[in-house]
């Protein structure tokens, strides 16, 4: 069964975030609700570059209420770990419109689908 391997879930609030997303860094963040046995759902799945905390701000919305988050080791880790999240839990049954995009100038390919070929 396929794991996000991340932290949570917590309250999706700007609050909440600021209590548990402490360190400036790289990460990954998954955005969805839990069911009433505690299930969380996965409904978006993304990544920050370099500062999780201030993505999951940036996508603060009432239509999801929860989050879960962990930090990476490198931006490349951080789109790697998305690649994999995005694949995993749906692809484009997600809320995500597209496949996770890669940083601009890296030449990065997706681990799953090689979508940049
Ligand atoms: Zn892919």
Redesign the pocket.
């Known amino acids: 069964m396929a794991t996000l391997e991340m932290e949570g879930p917590y309250i999706f609030t700007s609050s909440e975030i600021d209590r548990v997303v402490t360190i400036t860094s790289p990460g990954n963040y998954a955005l969805g609700y839990t069911k009433d046995d505690g299930t969380f759902i996965v409904r978006y799945v993304g990544r920050s570059d370099g500062d999780v905390n201030r993505e999951l701000k940036a996508r603060l919305t009432n239509k999801y209420s929860k989050f879960k988050y962990s930090y990476a080791t490198s931006p490349k880790a951080a789109f790697e770990k998305e690649?994999h999240n995005y694949?995993d839990f749906g692809g484009s049954a997600l809320d995500n419109q597209m496949?996770p995009s890669r940083p601009a100038g890296s030449n990065w390919k997706?681990p799953?689908?090689d979508?940049f070929d």
């Open positions: 690649c694949h496949h997706c799953v689908c979508i």
